[in-house]
């Protein structure tokens, strides 16, 4: 018996720790598969991830893409028309709303 409670309590322990960890984890994943797009093609990010929301002209002269991720956060890739390369990204909501998925 003396062996197996101290089982029992690492079981219990580790049991709860990957809900949260993957809790906390989950907007840096959102950030870590949002940035692996930079330097990528506007196109590849289109034909992956489905219509966006619109494309908004940028007063630098690059374009903005919106996308839906979830109901309330919006992901934009800011991309030179020239190119099409994504030059960065930003998105609205709360990091809670803004989540990934492994």
């Given at each position: 018996m003396t062996r197996l409670f101290p089982?029992?309590?690492t079981v219990l322990i580790c049991s709860g720790l990957p809900g949260c960890v993957g809790r906390l984890a989950s907007h840096e994943i959102?950030?870590?598969?949002s940035t692996y797009w930079v330097g990528e093609s506007i196109l590849?990010?289109?034909?992956?991830?489905?219509?966006?929301r619109g494309v908004?002209?940028?007063p630098?002269?690059?374009?903005?893409e919106?996308?839906?991720?979830?109901?309330?956060?919006?992901k934009f890739f800011e991309y030179d028309p020239a190119t099409n390369?994504?030059?960065?990204?930003?998105f609205t909501g709360l990091p809670a709303d803004c989540i990934g998925i492994l």
């Open positions: 089982s029992v309590i959102f950030v870590s598969q590849t990010r289109r034909k992956n991830s489905g219509p966006s908004h002209p940028l630098n002269g690059h374009m903005e919106e996308w839906s991720h979830g109901a309330r956060c919006r390369i994504i030059v960065k990204w930003r």
